[in-house]
């Protein structure tokens, strides 16, 4: 009997050993859908972008420390001087001329110019032109304008980009 018990003992501890790892296998595999759960959720909350809204013609776009307001634009190849002393301006791709409005909300007076603003496409990025027909074309172009505080100024930039822009 004593060979019979051990054995009955020898197959309990084996059952047990047995069970043990089962479980501990049925919990791994919970817990692995359950990481696999939370990181499904996780890339669901990383794929939900909140789409920005820029502001479009006519619609203020706050900054901290100043507003701008883009009052309204055309897209030509040619800018006419109408004057005998400057030549009219071409282009082989476009240009995109721009009347803005900038209010300084600062407490002091500040200073703007046509290397302040950039237009952006996708990812390439456009100075305005900063030439000086284009400056004497334009006389309110913003070449370099002071403003006071609380105080605004509008005026004109000219950006050359591809004709496919």
């Known amino acids: 009997m004593g060979k019979f018990v051990k054995n009955v003992f020898s197959v309990i501890v084996l059952l047990a050993l047995i069970g043990a790892c089962t479980d501990t296998e049925v919990q791994e595999k919970q817990q692995d859908k359950t990481e696999q759960v939370q990181e499904t959720e996780v ?29 309204d634009y055309y897209e030509t190849t040619h800018i006419s001087s109408g004057n ?21 909300k600062e407490n002091t007076q500040t200073t703007y110019s046509d290397y302040d603003i950039k237009l952006k496409s996708g990812d390439m990025s456009f100075s305005a032109t900063n030439n000086l027909d284009v400056v004497v074309i334009f006389e309110n172009y913003l070449s370099y304008e002071q403003v006071n505080p609380q105080m605004s100024t509008t005026n004109v930039l000219v950006f050359e980009v591809p004709s496919d822009l």
């Open 84 to 104: 005998m002393f400057v030549e009219d301006i071409t282009t082989d791709g476009k240009f995109i001329v721009v009347n803005l409005t900038i209010k300084n």
């Open 43 to 71: 890339t669901e909350e990383a794929v939900e972008v909140v789409e920005e809204v820029l502001p479009t013609v006519g619609e203020v776009a706050e900054a901290k420390k100043y507003s701008l307001v883009v009052n």
